[in-house]
């Protein structure tokens, strides 16, 4: 017996173009399952430009990136859409039944009769902690940007990084942490003015402890973090005391493990045809930043219209006739899948 989830439909990433993906495929009546690496929806838009302005989507003359993801959020919520986040899709099989089955980093599997790349520029994942001693850590004794950090409670924690995330995340563990330390090279952190703010105010007053330099290992015991060595500025190695490690390098997008799922590839990108957005793997599309086809534009308005393609070719493929072009204005089928009246 297999624990797969079965469905008719898989989109590989949560972007702007996997998320319209999804109500496109809603409208066809179909219904699909999401993942993406990050633990949040919104691809480039929220990682990349959240508080940007964007000025080219038709007929919303501006937005911020989140805003944009927020909307199409909203958009697609009559699809009730489950969505698998902070995973990875690993592999990508083609099943006896003609079937894909897709494995994540975390372990889910499905069994699906389409998929959709929506994969843009890759996954984004987080830069690795480098140093000796890591890979026999606990998964719970260094964490990779996590945005919560209640656990800090009691710990005697080191948060590791200059960003905005790493700031804030020394700030809200402050108040928790039996000692909190943020390490970064340099004593210059990036971060809004009232962040900043803050983060003097508590050092201050002692509750954050700023180290100025670099891990270079991690001593653990049974996988147990005991304590960190480091470097200071001057080059000298100095040991730490430490029970709880954040690390906050950075996020960044790697193409990872598509290039191995055996579709036609041109330059990093999925080779389609941009009638029906198929590659040259039965049931498998791909639509958004991560395909390539002449005249390609890698916009946002241009992978919407993509996934529309796409949502009527894998309809045709999973319905065996072909869909009637219908209006959301006036189609009463429309209307009840949009729970409209
Ligand atoms: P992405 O947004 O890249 O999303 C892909 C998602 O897939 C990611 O979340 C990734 O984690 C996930 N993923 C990839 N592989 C896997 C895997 N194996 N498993 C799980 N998840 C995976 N476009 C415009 O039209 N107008 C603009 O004004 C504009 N401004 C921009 C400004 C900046 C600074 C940047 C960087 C881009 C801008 N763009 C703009 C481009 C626009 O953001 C992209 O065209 C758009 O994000 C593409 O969407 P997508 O859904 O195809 O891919």
């Not at 993406?36 to 838009?45: K, N, S, T």
């Not at 995330?165 to 004593?187: F, G, N, P, W, Y």
């Not at 529309?308 to 065996?320: I, K, N, R, S, V």
């Amino acid at each position: 017996p297999s624990n797969a989830i079965d469905t008719d439909a898989l989109i590989i990433g949560a972007g702007p173009i996997g998320l319209f993906q999804a109500f496109q495929l809603g409208l066809q009546g179909i219904k699909a399952h999401l993942v993406d690496a990050l633990p949040h929806v919104g691809g480039q838009c929220a990682q990349l430009y959240g508080h940007k302005p964007i000025y080219d989507i038709p007929g919303i003359p501006v937005c911020t990136g989140k805003e944009l993801v927020q909307l199409l959020d909203q958009q697609i919520a009559p699809m009730n859409l489950p969505r698998h986040l902070n995973q990875q899709v690993q592999s990508l099989s083609r099943l006896a039944d003609g079937r894909w089955q897709a494995v994540t980093t975390a372990g889910t599997q499905f069994h699906t009769r389409s998929v959709f790349v929506a994969a843009g520029v890759g996954a984004f994942v987080p830069k690795a902690l480098k140093v000796a001693g890591v890979d026999q850590l606990a998964a719970d004794q260094l964490l990779y940007h996590p945005s919560e950090t209640s656990s800090a409670l009691g710990r005697s924690v080191l948060i590791y990084g200059g960003d905005e995330e790493a700031v804030q995340a020394a700030i809200d563990c402050a108040s928790l942490a039996a000692k909190t330390r943020l390490m970064h090279r340099r004593d210059t952190f990036n971060a809004a003015p009232d962040q900043l703010a803050r983060l003097q105010a508590l050092r201050d007053s002692g509750a954050i402890e700023v180290v100025i330099g670099q891990i270079t290992e991690v001593q653990q015991n049974a996988g147990q973090l005991q304590a960190l060595q480091w470097m200071d500025g001057e080059g000298r190695e100095q040991t730490l005391r430490v029970d709880w490690l954040l690390v906050y390098l950075g996020i960044s997008p790697r193409l990872g493990p598509i290039a191995d799922w055996g579709m036609a590839i041109e330059k990093k990108q999925l080779v389609i045809d941009p009638a029906t957005m198929a590659t040259s793997a039965q049931g498998i599309y791909a639509v958004g930043d991560i395909v390539s086809y002449p005249g390609k534009k890698k916009l946002i308005l241009c992978g919407f219209h993509e996934a529309t393609m796409a949502a009527f070719a894998a309809a045709e493929y999973l319905q065996g006739e072909k869909p009637l072009l219908q209006y959301t204005t006036t189609s009463a089928k429309l209307h009840a899948i949009l729970g409209v009246h």
